[in-house]
């Protein structure tokens, strides 16, 4: 079977590295507590990298420095949740194309994995199309909006 996903089921698989996507209002509130470091209710572009960073981290499972469709599948399989904060068991071919939509996206090298580097550089792209009021920091609310597409690149057509 050919699953075929547009560029929202891509930029549903990154929310899913920032955070669980369908997570409930308090757990999206705690995340964003836990990446605001300074506690001023306001997380900016330093915080959210800080935050890219531990979840790059966890998720490169061999600690090679790179994240593999593979390492990105698998945490998409463990972290993925529902309405009500539950977690969704996703069928392998599912996970396997958001992944690979969200690699095409993202992997400005095209070499087949995603370094900190193309992580973070998606995620200050991501950060500023959030960022609806450009003070240069995000709140809750806005943490919560979807970019709009054309501000995160070319929308891969993904199989």
């Not at 369908?22 to 605001?36: C, I, K, P, T, V």
Request: hydrophobic share 40%; aromatic share 8%; glycine share 8%.
């Amino acid at each position: 079977m050919r699953l075929a996903f547009p560029i929202a089921a891509a930029f549903a698989a990154w929310l899913a590295l920032a955070g669980p996507a369908g997570a409930s209002e308090d757990e999206q509130a705690a995340r964003f507590r836990r990446d605001d470091a300074n506690g001023d209710g306001f997380v900016d572009s330093s915080e959210r990298q800080a935050a890219v960073r531990r979840e790059f981290d966890d998720t490169d499972v061999d600690h090679d420095g790179f994240l593999t469709i593979a390492e990105y599948q698998r945490w998409m399989e463990l972290h993925v949740r529902g309405a009500g904060g539950r977690r969704i068991p996703l069928p392998p071919a599912a996970t396997a194309s958001v992944a690979r939509c969200y690699f095409r996206m993202v992997d400005s090298s095209g070499d087949g994995k995603l370094s900190l580097a193309e992580q973070q550089a998606h995620a200050e792209r991501t950060f500023r199309a959030l960022d609806r009021d450009g003070d240069g920091r995000l709140t809750l609310a806005e943490s919560k909006g979807l970019p709009d597409p054309k501000v995160m690149g070319p929308s891969p057509v993904c199989r």
